[in-house]
Each structure stands twice: as C-alpha cells, then as structure tokens.
C-alpha cells in the first residue's frame, strides 16, 4: 500500500523564456498521456540524511532552468485539427512524496505489474489540457530504507534519447557533478524548404491487420491481457543472431550481419504468431519506431530535445513467418529499418504538416488505453532499448539498482531492454491475451 504523504510544486530557480514553443509534426501526432518509468534505489546512509527531498527538489528546479519547456502546459492550438501548442509559462512540476509498506525485494524482478504503477504518479486526463504537467515524479520510501523514482513525461515533449538526457542532467545537478550539457530547443530544426525528391506514401499508415473472421478488432480489445518480463542471456541472443547470419550469408559476402534487435524481435514475432494459433494466411505486422536523428542530411544536433522518431512496419503472413526461417523475418525488419532516409523522413513530416487532423495518430486515449489503431492481436508493437543510455541515474545516493517501463501496456506492447548489470543480456516485457501467454513462454526458450 502507497501513502501519500506532500506535494511539492517545482517551478525554474531563475527567470525563463515565457513564450509559445514551436512543435513540430513530429511531436503533434505523440500521445498526450506520459511516458512512465521506475527507477529502484537500495538503501544507502546518504538516504537516511533527511534531505532527500529537498535535494530534489532544488536540482530540479535548476534543471528546469535548463529545460525550461518541461515546466510548461500544453493548449490545444488555434488551428485545430488535434494539435497543440506549448506554453512556456513556468507553471512548473509536481514531486508527490509517498510511503510504502513493501520493501523493494518485495518487487522481485520489477515486472512491471500494477504494484509498480502505483509508484509512478496518476494523472486524470479528463482535467483541461492546460493544467496537465509535462513532467510528473513521485518519491516512494520503502520499509527496508529504499527508494524509487516514478517517472512520467508527455510524449508529446520527448522520445527516449530526450527524456533520458533530461534525467541524466536533473541527476548530475543533484550530486553536484559536470559538465552540464544544455539541450538543443528548437524543434524547428526539423523543417526544410528544399524540394522534396518524392512525396510520403500514406498506404504505410493504413490500421494493421484483424483477425480473419473479424470485421473489427473490438473482441480482441475486450480481452483480458498479462505481463511477462522474460530474460534472454547474451548466449541465447546469439544463438539467434547465428540462426539468422547463416541465412543471411547464403545471400551476402560483404553487408553487414543482421543486430540482436533484428534477431530477438523476428523471434519474438515468430513467437506470438506461434501462440495467438494464427491460421496460415493471416495477416500480421510488426510495428516499432526508428529514430532519424542521424537519419536527416545534415544529422539532427546531439542534443536535441523533442522527438525524432518515425513509425515502422513489418508485414507477412503468420505462416509464412512459421514456415520459413528466422532469418526470413529479420529481413523484413531490416528492410523496413532501410526505407528510414533523410529523404522518407521529410517527406513523412511534410505528409503529417498537411493533415487536416493529426488526432488519429495518437495510438492512445486519454486514460492511457488503446484507441484508433489496434497493435494487439495478430499484430506487434516493440519498443527497443537496446541503444539507449538507460542506467546511472545517481541523484546522490548511489545508482539505480533497476530502471525499466510502468505497467501502462496493452496486447502485443512489447520492450526489448539491456541488461542493468551490463552481461549482454535482454529483459523482455510483454503484454499478452492470458489465453496465449504460456504458449507464447514455451515458445520463446523452447524455439532458440
């Protein structure tokens, strides 16, 4: 059980710009709703000093300077059409300090089950737009002398490589460390009055696949899912990399073998086609994000501060995908990754800039749940990890001990993670219907 026990309102500790921020097509079609993540503490003496909070508190409020746009409110825009504008107005971020019964080797593996949401602030996404806080942290002490960190950041403000930059730098004020690296605030960086080689196919965008025999997917929407958060160890994930690298060498003498994003995640597709007992000519797709940050011509600044990710498709049959090898749908992974220019992304971003509403684009409402687009069953969505600096975020009392993902998932979500001890290992959340998920576990260990 978590009590709660203050608020505290952070805003900037000096003066900030007070200006309506730029967003770009990019950040328009990003869900509203935050972005949540854990970060578990052991206990150490410095926790014990009683100036936790405080500690927060003030290197918050000077990342804020910083980070100035974190500590605004989102408007729906004038123009319409879904979209919104930020208001740099310093209104500032909630830390909601709790108190918990459990002690963090009550949470085992951190599974992110509902135990763990409860350690990262709700929000009530009925409440007017504008007074909705971009960022949102909840400071949880355990009976054992632990702490967590509960995350949450509107997705409309930041993708995974900006978000983590901001905490990185929240954590480096916090102990007193340097250099401090500024992030790169204009988002209109990303526009371009140079004529365009071709124009955006928006076929690539059309809903994913539903289940032969279903007009719709609203069955499939009703049923009830779970979580797993399965480990596969550095030999197991090169197991899989040489199923597919031997494949792909029969066709190749020179390229470069397939990545251990491309292997897991053609396996973990294989796996759910397997277990969701898809009949033969089923359609399925694979969805995940590619980021274009050195994608564009020039390459984006290393700090950017937004989100520079574009949607990406996989398709095939289920049987097809069973009847075939891995290195079959690692291919297709690898293509779709390939289409991913300077000259696609442009021209994704000038297609976006056109639409008369982006509101269809955001893959969830405004509790969090899917809506529009159905990416659970017979589909995939997987977000990787696997290139992002996730873990050191040391705010004074020693480096986190586990950071992963909030229980916020639906059917066929799916998190490919490294290892926090660094053995070249992958954690993989997944979100499944019940009915599929043991069939989905043997699958994925027995099929190495």
């Known amino acids: 059980m978590v009590t709660f026990k203050a608020t505290h309102l952070v805003r900037p500790s000096e003066p900030t710009p007070n200006e309506i921020m730029y967003l770009n097509a990019s950040d328009q079609i990003k869900d509203i709703t935050h972005t949540p993540t854990i970060y578990f503490y ?15 508190k003030d290197s918050l409020s000077k990342a804020l300077v910083l980070f100035y746009p974190l500590a605004g409110r989102l408007n729906w825009a004038a123009q319409g059409g879904s979209r919104v504008e930020l208001h740099c107005n310093s209104k500032g971020v909630p830390i909601f300090e709790a108190e918990s019964e459990s002690t963090v080797e009550d949470f085992g593996d951190f599974t992110p089950t509902p135990a763990i949401q409860a350690l990262i602030p709700s929000v009530d996404y009925t409440t007017p737009i504008d007074e909705i806080p971009m960022v949102i942290v909840q400071l949880t002490r355990f009976q054992c002398g632990g702490v967590s960190i509960g995350l949450g950041i509107s997705h409309v403000m930041a993708d995974g490589p900006s978000a983590l930059h901001f905490v990185d730098e929240w954590a480096k004020i916090a102990r007193g460390m340097g250099p401090i690296v500024p992030p790169f605030l204009d988002r209109k960086v990303l526009e371009t009055d140079k004529q365009l080689a071709s124009t955006f196919d928006p076929s690539v965008l059309r809903p994913p696949p539903t289940l032969i025999g ?53 396996h973990i597709w294989r796996c759910t086609s397997k277990a969701r007992g ?30 520079a990710l574009i949607r990406v498709e996989a398709t095939d049959t289920s049987g097809s995908l069973l ?46 749940r899917p809506k529009g687009d159905f990416y659970g ?27 992963g993902p909030g229980s916020m998932g ?36 027995d099929d190495i």
């Open 42 to 56: 052991k206990h150490s003496p410095t926790l014990d000093a009683g100036d936790v909070i405080p500690r927060l």
């Open 214 to 266: 279903e007009g719709d997917n609203m069955e499939q929407r009703k049923k009830p899912i779970t979580v797993a958060f399965l480990n596969l160890t550095k030999i197991q994930i090169e197991k899989l990399r040489n199923k597919v690298n031997i494949d792909f060498d029969k066709e190749n003498s020179s390229s470069r073998g397939y990545s251990r994003f491309e292997a897991v995640a053609a």
């Open 278 to 307: 898809h009949v033969a000519e089923q359609q399925t797709s694979l969805h995940f994000v590619a980021d274009f940050r050195n994608k564009l011509k020039p390459s984006l600044p290393k700090n950017f501060f937004g989100n």
């Open 323 to 368: 009847t075939n090898s891995i290195g079959v749908a690692s291919k297709k992974i690898r293509e779709a990754v390939e289409k991913v220019t300077d000259d696609t992304v442009r021209a994704y971003l000038d297609y976006l800039e056109g639409l008369p509403d982006v509101g269809r684009f955001r893959s969830l409402d405004n509790n969090g």
């Open 377 to 403: 069953n017979p589909n995939l969505a997987i977000i990787s990890w696997t290139a992002l600096p996730l873990y050191g975020a040391d705010f004074g009392w020693g480096k986190e001990i586990h950071m």
């Open 410 to 445: 639906f059917d066929g979500k799916t998190f490919i993670i490294p290892s926090h001890d660094g053995d070249g290992s992958f954690n993989i959340a997944i979100w499944l219907q019940e009915e599929h998920m043991g069939n989905f576990k043997k699958c994925f260990y």
